[in-house]
């Protein structure tokens, strides 16, 4: 089983920028699918964006697209996500996870690797 670890979290203004960062261990890192999840407070944890296990397919939820962008470097057994113009409606715990299901509609229930999930707070 993959072990994954965030980084890169913080407070941010609105309409600022972060890159966020997750660190897989395990020698299957590069045959996996990652994807970003976030969870704000009183609500379930949703879907960010997704990438294949080569980096050359991506998809994104609606609330993101433009905005964020998803990428991996499988030397590095690691996959970024690289988030512009923040808004306070980021702000969420993100979590990095890895799986097998490749699609725009991943669940939670599709991954089965998680890491610990690095905080995000946008200020107005």
């Known amino acids: 089983q993959v072990q994954l670890v965030e980084s890169g979290g913080g407070l941010v203004q609105a309409g600022g920028s972060l890159r966020l960062s997750c660190a897989a261990s395990?020698?299957?890192?590069?045959?996996?699918?990652a994807g970003w999840f976030r969870q704000a407070p009183g609500k379930e944890r949703e879907f960010v964006a997704v990438?294949?296990?080569?980096?050359?397919?991506?998809r994104y939820a609606n609330s993101v697209k433009g905005r964020f962008t998803v990428s991996r470097d499988n030397a590095k057994n690691t996959v970024y996500l690289q988030m512009n113009s923040l808004k306070p409606e980021d702000t969420a715990v993100y979590y990095c996870?890895?799986?097998?299901?490749?699609?725009?509609?991943?669940?939670?229930?599709?991954?089965?690797?998680w890491g610990q999930g690095t905080q995000v707070t946008v200020s107005s």
């Open positions: 996870a890895t799986g097998i299901v490749f699609s725009a509609y991943v669940t939670p229930a599709d991954f089965g690797s």
């Open positions: 395990g020698r299957t890192f590069d045959r996996n699918v």
């Open positions: 990438i294949n296990p080569g980096g050359g397919l991506t």
